[in-house]
């Protein structure tokens, strides 16, 4: 269990998450995974018109050996949170803890960018997570400037800013080039509509 240890949030959690339950149902959970056991609480949010629509939270509390068999707790994680968080919890649970996502975000965005492009599309496949790293600016601006060596001036920046850097990144050359020139046009109108003409 020790061996855990560096992998635990600030709570002392291996996997903490929280919502509101898959629709139909309005219940809010909250789930805390730590090196011995599994904590669940549900809030039911039930009309204000029944008289236990002020009822507690239920919380059940599973050594890791005792959810194994939980049948009932399986269930009731499928409901609130559905099937791919059943799996995931009983992943880590027999040894397959997700260490690639628990990298410190620097490691992660230099190991993303050392990727070949294949690989950092495959990678941003696999969940929310790394879907959205692997999409960020600060990832593409870093490949980007890996492939481009040009200086960057201030057109490609206002491209950036509209675009966001991985589309600039996978834009061709000549619509680049295109695309430069009419914001640098653009810019120019600008400038000379806003120079106070001398009579």
Partial sequence: MASYTPWLNENGALV????????????FFHIFLSPTELIYRVWKILPPTRPDSHAPPVQIRDTWEEF?????????????SGEKTLRYLENIMNGHLDYLSRLPHKVLVKIIVMLPLEDICQLAMTNQFFRELCRSNEVWEKIYLIYNKQPLSQELLMLVELRGWREVFFTNKLQLQMQLRRLA???????????????
Avoid: C, F, N
């Fill in 68 to 80: 194994k068999h939980d049948e009932r707790l399986h269930s009731e994680i499928i409901r609130v």
């Fill in 16 to 27: 903490e998450t929280s919502g509101s339950a898959i629709s139909p149902s309005k219940d």
């Fill in 185 to 199: 046009t653009k810019a120019k109108r600008k400038k000379t509509s806003q120079t106070p003409s001398l009579k």
